[in-house]
């Protein structure tokens, strides 16, 4: 028996190590991508020199900004955000995937003990056959036994059983295959996460700041207005302007005071915002955040790279490849349900009546052998699910190719709006010039008494608004290039060898890295 046992092992374990892999083996998919973006390639000369396009874009990319505090928001955002955190978990959920799918390659042992009284019904098998009566003619021994047996016992026993399924068809090995798969999702989900957070502290962080900045232009032009008001009435009061004059100006002031209220609520609810994104409480940065600073210089030149690099870079991209994958190797396992399994099972024990020899070496029993389990008749569940599971390999194809299209374009759409946005701010630039000098004009001639009152309030108006849209337009541009630096998917590859905090699942000791 033993001699079986060995050779049947040993032709398992060859059958194991040749085993195929049934389904397709996973090809990387070539992402398609035009040698430039489209919008380089239509802009301007003088646009193109703010792209530079041969270099890689920085990884640190708020680097650019040269704003220490941005730097130390971004910091304290990736060790406390929640959402990261989650993703983290997420990641080490999917490693524990692994594990189990791996945990199919070796056999399955399990201990048994047990205790049971049973009545075997021997004294009723003896009557059927007549036994019986034959044997109550026989000794009194014989006799004792006979009522012996036939009465209930207590059976004690401890087993070992194993079980070893062998992947000849290669459908653990898939299963193995699709939870790696599945665990780089999980992890092109954190690095995903991990650039969108970068992106929205900077982003909210730029908004803070050219809040501030409006309000500092609404702020100088209320000045201004003040100035003009406190003329206007001393010169109604000498009798040199009239009362229409100081209404006109008085309401002016209220006008600009009126615009405050608008930006300060964007202030709050920004500082509010980080507070948030750090995974504090809301109010939680307002001391460090409330002084006013102004707002950070974009770089003269953005390296963006080129496209054929971009689907290397993005981690949505690389989230839609590993789930390619991921549904090809589920393929390989749906076709292995198909084919028949084989198993070697085993069990040893010891079994007697009396707990006192169960160590005695001729109370042991054992089986021992292979099981080959052929699916037949299944109701074409298993035909379903090989057909479902290649609907869902060609899925996953498409939208590895719908990611990347949605990736170009978004890196296109960014560059066109810090393109066009970068000739707003130019064109305001001038134009905020020219009402300067023409609001400066209209006051001088006014207190010379050589013009209106009408052109000195005109001129103010049309400054403070130009001012105010020039801001604002430096807030959408920094913002825009945010939003660039986001669609282009940098940020996360500092971290890929950096542990991030450890997070606490179930107890005070279980801890996530």
């Known amino acids: 028996m033993s001699a079986f046992v060995s050779r049947f092992t040993l032709s398992a374990l060859a059958l194991a190590l040749a085993g195929c892999s049934v389904g397709p083996d996973y090809q990387p998919p070539r992402a398609q991508t035009p040698g430039a973006y489209n919008d380089i390639k239509q802009a301007s000369t003088s646009a193109k020199e703010s792209i530079a396009l041969p270099s890689e874009p920085s990884p640190l990319w708020w680097k650019s900004f040269k704003d220490p505090q941005l730097d130390s928001l971004i910091d304290r955002a990736i060790a406390g955000n929640i959402s990261l955190q989650q993703a983290v978990l997420r990641i080490a959920g999917a490693r524990e995937q692994v594990v189990q799918a791996k945990g199919a390659w070796l056999p399955s042992v399990n201990a048994n003990v047990k205790a049971t009284r049973q009545q075997l019904g021997l004294e009723g098998i003896l009557k059927s056959t007549g036994a019986e009566s034959k044997l109550e003619s026989q000794s009194p021994e014989v006799t004792s036994a006979i009522n012996t047996a036939t009465q209930p016992v207590n059976l004690y026993q401890g087993s070992f059983d194993a079980s070893w399924e062998l992947d000849l068809f290669g459908g653990t090995r898939r299963s193995v295959e699709m939870a790696n798969a599945q665990t780089q999702s999980s992890l092109e989900s954190r690095n995903d996460a991990l650039v969108s957070l970068q992106a929205e502290v900077a982003r909210t962080y ?246 209106s009152f009408i052109n000195v309030l005109d001129a103010q108006r049309q400054l403070a608004q130009a001012q105010q849209q020039s801001a604002e337009a430096k807030v959408q541009t920094s913002t825009d290039l945010v939003s660039l630096y986001k669609s282009l998917g940098g940020g996360w590859q500092p971290y890929q060898d950096v542990k991030l905090p450890e997070y606490k699942v179930f107890g005070p000791a279980e801890t996530v890295k």
Request: aromatic share 4%; glycine share 6%.
């Open 206 to 451: 730029l908004q803070l700041r050219g809040a501030q900045t409006v309000l500092a232009a609404i702020q100088t032009q209320i000045d201004v207005a003040q100035q003009t008001l406190e003329l206007t009435q001393s010169r109604q009061q000498h009798g040199l302007a009239p009362q229409l004059d100081v209404e006109n100006s008085r309401a002016q002031l209220g006008s600009l005071r009126a615009q405050l209220p608008q930006y300060q609520s964007q202030l709050r609810q920004a500082m509010n915002g980080l507070a948030v994104l750090l995974g504090q409480l809301p109010g939680s940065l307002d001391a460090e955040l409330i002084a006013v600073k102004p707002l950070p210089a974009i770089p003269a030149a953005v390296a963006v790279g080129v496209p054929s690099e971009l689907a290397r870079r993005r981690p949505d991209v690389r989230k839609a490849e590993a789930d390619l994958h991921a549904a090809t190797a589920n393929i390989g396992v749906s076709v292995a349900q198909l084919f028949p399994s084989l198993s070697l099972t085993g069990q040893f024990g010891m079994r007697n009546t009396d707990t006192d020899y169960l160590t005695d070496w001729s109370s042991h029993f054992y089986s021992v052998g292979p099981q080959i389990s052929l699916p037949i008749f299944q109701g074409g569940r298993l035909v379903s699910s090989v057909r479902l599971s290649r609907a869902q390999q060609a899925n996953a194809a498409l939208n590895y190719r719908q990611t990347v299209l949605t990736a170009l374009q978004d890196v296109d759409n960014a560059l066109v709006s810090y393109r066009t946005d970068q000739d707003r701010v130019n064109a305001l630039n001038e134009s905020t010039d020219a009402l300067q000098n023409s609001f400066d004009l209209a006051s001088d001639g006014y207190k010379k008494g050589l013009s």
